[in-house]
C-alpha cells in the first residue's frame, strides 16, 4: 500500500455579468459641506468587498482621497436600484454605474472650482489628495472642502451625480442558440497536485498553481482573497461535499456541519497565483469580476490529477474515497500514469 | 501567494492610477474584525414574534386535509397561516423579467412536491412555542408516486412532479423542451475524426454552506409601510417579489440589507421575506423568520445536480472537431432560476476552445426534490468538469500534453464561438503558459510562443452552414404581467419567429442577422449583437 502523487490541469473562461444582459445596476454620489462624499447603493456587499471596489472606483473618477468617499449599500429607500449581488456582476455593473455618477459629480465639483479660482473648469485637475488646482500651476488651488462650501452655500450648486449601467437584453435564437450572453469573460488555468492512498482512497492536496486573467485587478489584495477562498470552495465541492451523497436517491442527507463535510485547516494546501491583466473594454478602469469563476478550475484539475496518480477517472462528484477506492480495486490496484 | 503579471498585456493598460490598483483596506474591515458589523438577525425588536413552517414529510403527496384547531389553542400562538392567507399564492423568481411561468406556492394548497416543502407557518411569541404549535397541526396526506431522477422523470408516464409544467421539463420559447445551440455539423465532424469519446459526468447537489442562514425580520412602520431586515443578496429582486406574493406597492416596503454572512447564490430565492412581512401585516407586530441549520442544508436551496453527456471528435494532430453535449439540470419541484442556467450552459459551449462543429440540448428538468438555485459558477460550474476532463481524456487519447493540447485549441481573438459572436479580449492561452511556467511544467517552444492576439479570426471567424431541426408549430406567447413589466407590450403576443426551412444539408450560412428571434422581454431594451 502507497500514497502516490500526480497533477492535473484545467483551463476555463467564465461570462461576467447576468446571462443576456437587461440586468441595470444604479449608483447615486454626492457631497456633503466638508467635501466628503458618499455613494448611495441598493447593492448588496457579500464579504466580497463590493464596498471597497466601488469606493475606490469613485474615489479615482473624482480624483480625491479613497478616505473621503464613504459607499452606504443595502436600503431600498436611499439606494436606487441594483439587480442583485450575483452573477459576478458587482465590480462590472455597479462599478460602472458609480463611474458614471462618480463623473457627473467630478463634473459639478470642477464647475465650482473653475467659479471660485475664476478659470476654466478644462484648465482644472484634481490631484487626488483633496486639492484642485490649475494644470502645472499647483500653487493656483482650491481644496475640495472650500468647493463644497461654496458650491452650496455661495453658488448654489449640488455636487452629485446619477449613474446607471445597463447591457441591453440580448435576444436568444430558439433554433440555433445565438446570442449575446455577455461583454467580456475572465480566464483561468489551474494545476493541482494530489496525494492518493491506495489502501484508503483519500485524497489529499499537495499544491496548486494558478493563472487567472480577471481584467484590471482593481484591489490586488480583494483579488487574492476571492481566489484563494474561491480554491477552497473548489476543492470542498471536488472532495467533499453534497446534500444527496446517494443521488438520484434522496436519502441519508446530511442536516448540519458534522454530516456536511468541509476540508478543515490541515486540508488545505499552498497556492501560488498569478493574476493576468486584460482589460475589458467596458470594465470600469478595464474591470472583469473574479468572484464565480475562481472555484471552477479546481474541480476538474483535481480529478484530472487522481488520474495522473493512480490511473482511475472518476467522473462523478463529489469525489469521495469510496468511490476512488472502489475504482482502485477495479482497475485492479493503483496505476501510476507518467509523471508529470 | 498572489503575484501581478504586469508584462503581459502591459500595452493595454494604464497603470499610473492613484486609487486603483492599491490594495486599500477594505472600509468595513475594522466591524469586521471587531464583530461590530450589523446582520440582520442583530435586530432585536420589541414584541418581536417568531415564524417557523411545519414542512412535508412527503416528497410527493396529495394534501386531503389541513386541522390546525389544536395548534390554534396553542400557548403562544398568535397566528397560523395558511396558503389562502396569501394573496398571491403563486409566482417564479424569474417573473421580474418575464422568463417562466408562475409555478411555486409559498405555502403549499393541494399538494406537495418535495419533502421539506411549507405547508403552514405559525407566528408564535416564542420559537419554541412556535414550534410546539407546528406538532400540533394535523395534515392528512395522500403520498404520491415520485420521481427523482431526471432521465426518468423525461420518460412517458413518469409522475407529474409540478402541473405547471406537465412534461417535467421547463418550456423554452413556448414549444422546445430544451435550449438547443446549433453550430456547424457534429455527425458530419464524427465521422471525419479519428477518435471519438463519448462520456457521462454527473454532479451531486452542493450547499452554499452559509455561516448566516437565511432569515428575515418584518416590523409595521409609521404610515402603513413595513421595514424589513434581511439576509437577500439581491435587495430589489426580494422587495420586488414581496410585492408581487403580497399584492402590495413595492414602496410599501422599505428593505434594509447590509452585512451578509455569506451568500454564494443561497440567498437570491427570497425565501423568508414574504412570510415574514405577512406575518408583521396579520399580527401588528415584528416577526422573525429565520432558517434553522437542517432547513438551510436539506431544504434551502442547493446547487442544482446535473448530468451531462459529452461526446466528442478528435483528429491524430490533437484538434478537436466536434463536440456534442446533453444535459440535464436538476431543478427540482420548481423552476426558480435553473431554467436561466440551461440558457447560460448552451451559451458557454464548447467551453473556451474554437471547435467547429458543435451541437447542444440543455434541459431543465423537474423532479421531487428540493428546489435547485443559483450559486456560484451557475450554469457552469459542472459544465466546466465535465469538459476538462474530456480534455484530459482526449489528450490521454491522441498522446499530448494536455497543457499544450489545450493552447492548441484555445479560443483567440477574432474566432467565432458557437453562440454566434466574434471572441474578443481573450487569455486563456497566456493563463496556460503563466501556470504551466508557475508549475515548472514543460512547453514546447512553439506553444510558448503562442498568443491569444495571434491566429485567430481568418477561416475561424466563419459561421459553418448549419442544419437546423424540424421546426415546431409556434403558439403564441402566453403574456404574464410582471412587476418590472411595466411598459405597454407592442402589439398582443410577442412576434413568433418565422417558420424555419426544413434542414437541407449542408445549409447555406445563416446571415448574422436573419432570424427573427424572440426577446425574453419587453421592456429591457433591444436586440444586442
Known amino acids: 500500500m502507497a500514497r502516490y502523487r500526480g497533477r492535473g490541469i484545467a483551463s476555463i473562461n467564465y461570462p461576467i455579468g447576468m446571462n443576456l444582459g437587461g440586468d441595470p445596476s444604479q449608483a447615486l454620489v454626492h457631497s456633503n459641506p466638508s467635501g466628503k462624499f458618499t455613494v448611495s447603493l441598493s447593492s448588496i456587499d457579500l464579504g466580497q468587498g463590493m464596498k471597497s471596489v466601488t469606493r475606490q472606483i469613485c474615489a479615482e473618477t473624482l480624483g480625491v482621497p479613497v478616505e473621503d468617499v464613504y459607499v452606504d449599500t443595502a436600503d431600498s429607500d436611499t439606494g436606487p436600484h441594483c439587480m442583485g449581488s450575483f452573477a459576478s456582476r458587482g465590480t462590472h455593473r455597479v462599478g460602472n454605474a458609480v463611474m458614471a455618477a462618480a463623473k457627473e459629480a467630478r463634473g459639478v465639483m470642477m464647475e465650482a472650482a473653475a467659479e471660485e479660482l475664476e478659470v476654466n473648469a478644462a484648465d482644472l485637475e484634481p490631484d487626488g489628495r483633496g486639492n484642485i488646482h490649475v494644470k502645472g500651476a499647483p500653487h493656483r488651488s482650491i481644496s475640495t472642502k472650500d468647493v463644497a462650501i461654496a458650491a452650496q452655500f455661495k453658488q448654489g450648486k449640488t455636487i452629485s451625480g446619477r449613474g446607471i449601467f445597463l447591457v441591453p437584453l440580448s435576444a436568444v435564437d430558439p433554433e440555433t442558440g445565438e446570442m449575446s450572453p455577455a461583454t467580456c469573460y475572465a480566464h483561468a488555468c489551474m494545476v493541482a497536485e494530489v496525494e492518493v492512498d491506495d489502501e484508503t482512497g483519500e485524497v489529499a492536496m499537495v499544491r496548486m498553481d494558478s493563472a487567472y486573467e480577471l481584467g484590471r485587478a482593481l484591489n490586488p489584495r480583494l483579488v487574492e482573497q476571492q481566489l484563494v477562498g474561491g480554491a477552497w470552495m473548489g476543492i470542498s465541492h471536488t472532495l467533499f461535499e453534497t446534500t444527496e451523497p446517494y443521488y438520484p436517491d434522496p436519502s441519508h442527507g446530511p442536516r448540519d456541519f458534522v454530516e456536511y463535510l468541509m476540508p478543515g485547516p490541515g486540508d488545505v494546501c499552498p497556492h501560488d497565483i498569478a493574476v493576468l491583466e486584460r482589460p475589458a473594454a467596458d470594465g470600469p478602469f478595464g474591470a472583469k469580476g473574479p468572484g464565480e469563476m475562481c472555484a471552477n478550475p479546481v474541480l476538474p484539475a483535481v480529478a484530472n490529477a487522481i488520474f495522473n496518480a493512480v490511473g482511475v477517472r472518476i467522473d462523478d462528484l463529489p469525489i469521495t474515497p469510496e468511490k476512488v477506492l472502489r475504482a482502485i480495486k477495479a482497475q485492479g490496484g493503483a496505476r501510476a500514469q507518467a509523471r508529470r | ?529
Not at chain 2, 15 to 43: C, P
Not at chain 2, 182 to 208: C, K, N, T
Not at chain 2, 425 to 431: D, F, G, Q, R, S
Open chain 2, 1 to 529: 501567494m498572489l503575484e501581478l503579471r504586469k508584462d503581459i498585456f502591459a500595452d493595454e493598460r494604464d497603470d499610473n492610477l492613484k486609487e486603483i490598483g492599491k490594495g486599500t483596506q477594505r472600509q468595513d474591515m475594522l466591524g469586521h474584525v471587531t464583530g461590530a458589523s450589523t446582520y440582520f438577525n442583530d435586530h432585536k425588536l420589541q414584541g418581536m414574534l417568531h415564524l417557523k413552517v411545519l414542512r412535508s414529510p412527503h416528497a410527493h403527496a396529495r394534501i386531503r386535509r389541513i386541522d390546525t384547531a389544536e395548534a390554534e389553542r396553542s400557548p403562544g400562538v398568535r397566528r397560523i397561516i395558511r396558503g389562502a392567507d396569501v394573496p398571491h399564492n403563486l409566482n417564479t423568481l424569474l417573473s421580474l423579467i418575464n422568463f417562466g411561468k408562475d409555478d411555486e406556492p409559498t405555502l403549499a394548497v393541494d399538494k406537495v412536491r418535495y419533502k421539506g416543502e411549507p405547508v403552514i407557518a405559525v407566528v408564535a411569541d416564542s420559537p419554541r412555542e412556535a414550534f410546539e404549535a407546528l406538532a400540533k397541526v394535523r395534515i392528512d396526506y395522500e403520498p404520491l408516486p415520485a420521481v427523482f431522477d431526471v432521465e426518468e422523470a423525461l420518460k412517458a408516464g413518469a409522475p407529474v412532479v409540478n402541473e405547471t409544467y406537465p412534461k417535467n421539463t421547463f418550456t423554452y420559447y413556448d414549444v422546445y423542451d430544451h435550449q438547443k445551440l446549433r453550430f456547424g455539423d457534429v455527425e458530419r465532424g464524427f465521422a471525419s475524426a479519428d477518435h471519438v469519446l463519448e462520456q457521462r459526468y454527473q454532479m451531486s447537489p452542493i450547499e452554499h454552506a452559509p455561516t448566516e442562514t437565511n432569515g428575515s425580520i418584518a416590523a409595521p412602520d409609521t404610515n402603513g409601510r413595513y421595514v424589513v431586515y434581511t439576509s437577500t443578496q439581491a435587495l430589489f429582486f426580494s422587495v420586488d417579489t414581496c410585492a408581487k406574493i403580497l399584492d402590495v406597492p413595492s414602496n410599501t416596503f422599505h428593505f434594509i440589507g447590509g452585512t451578509v454572512g455569506g451568500g454564494f447564490g443561497g440567498k437570491v430565492d427570497t425565501l423568508t421575506e414574504p412570510l415574514a412581512i405577512l406575518g408583521a401585516m396579520l399580527t401588528g407586530r415584528p416577526v422573525r423568520y429565520i432558517f434553522e441549520r437542517e432547513e438551510e442544508m436539506q431544504y434551502g436551496p442547493p446547487r442544482g445536480a446535473e448530468r451531462i453527456y459529452l461526446k466528442d471528435g478528435v483528429m491524430r494532430d490533437g484538434r478537436i472537431v466536434a463536440r456534442k453535449v446533453r444535459a440535464y439540470f436538476d431543478s427540482g419541484a420548481y423552476t426558480r432560476l435553473s431554467s436561466y442556467a440551461a440558457v447560460k450552459c448552451a451559451a458557454h459551449l464548447p467551453g473556451p476552445y474554437t471547435i467547429p462543429n458543435v451541437y447542444g440540448d440543455i434541459y431543465c428538468v423537474f423532479t421531487n426534490r428540493t428546489p435547485a438555485t443559483a450559486m456560484r459558477g451557475f450554469g457552469v460550474t459542472a459544465m466546466d468538469f465535465a469538459i476538462e476532463c474530456q480534455m484530459d481524456k482526449l489528450a490521454h487519447l491522441v498522446g499530448m500534453d494536455p497543457m499544450e493540447f489545450r493552447i492548441l485549441n484555445a479560443y483567440r481573438d477574432g474566432d467565432m464561438k458557437a453562440h454566434r459572436r466574434e471572441a474578443k479580449n481573450t487569455a486563456l492561452i497566456e493563463c496556460v503558459q503563466v501556470a504551466a511556467e508557475k508549475a515548472k511544467w514543460p512547453l514546447r517552444e512553439e506553444f510558448k510562443r503562442m498568443s491569444s492576439l495571434k491566429g485567430g479570426g481568418g477561416t475561424r471567424a466563419a459561421v459553418p452552414p448549419t442544419a437546423r431541426d424540424q421546426p415546431v408549430p409556434v403558439r403564441p406567447a402566453a403574456q404574464q404581467r410582471t412587476t418590472y413589466d411595466r411598459a405597454p407590450q407592442a402589439a398582443g403576443p410577442q412576434p413568433p419567429h418565422p417558420p424555419t426551412p426544413p434542414p437541407v444539408a449542408p445549409a447555406p450560412a445563416p446571415q448574422p442577422a436573419a432570424h427573427g428571434a424572440i426577446r425574453f422581454s419587453s421592456v429591457f431594451g433591444s436586440r444586442r449583437r
